[in-house]
Nanobody, 126 residues
Framework: QVQLVESGGGLVQAGGSLRLSCAASGRTFRSLTMAWFRQAPGKERQFVAGIVPNSVSTDYADSVEGRFTISRDNAKNTVYLQMNSLKAESTAVYYC???????????????????WGQGTQVTVSS
């Protein structure tokens, strides 16, 4: 449906910040709820943050609320994840995802997302 490419991952010390970007192709981007998920080795893919098409509503996992901020620029077909006060537990591969249908609310269920990026590695040292 929509092709997604993540970037911005890397190595950062605990307490530091990192900004991830997700570049999308396709005209449907502006109509899709977008989200970030992450997956650590040996663990299931976990919801991190979501944002509706017009940015009026966002949703965050309890573990990141207050430290992470999701945003989007529809003119640039890009969604961002600003990560502050990073912890060692934040280490994971971060994936960008697009909802399967237009103009839906934020969801935390992976099966509701039909488009996925290849992921970008975030490693937090302590």
């Amino acid at each position: 449906q929509v092709q997604l490419v993540e970037s911005g991952g890397g190595l950062v010390q605990a307490g530091g910040s990192l900004r991830l970007s997700c570049a999308a192709s396709g005209r449907t981007f502006r109509s899709l709820t977008m989200a970030w998920f992450r997956q650590a080795p040996g663990k299931e893919r976990q919801f991190v943050a979501g944002i509706v098409p017009n940015s009026v509503s966002t949703d965050y996992a309890d573990s990141v609320e207050g430290r992470f901020t999701i945003s989007r620029d529809n003119a640039k077909n890009t969604v961002y994840l600003q990560m502050n006060s990073l912890k060692a537990e934040s280490t994971a591969v971060y994936y960008c995802a697009g909802h399967s249908n237009p103009y839906r609310g934020v969801t935390r269920t992976t099966t509701n997302f039909g488009s996925w990026g290849q992921g970008t590695q975030v490693t937090v040292s302590s």
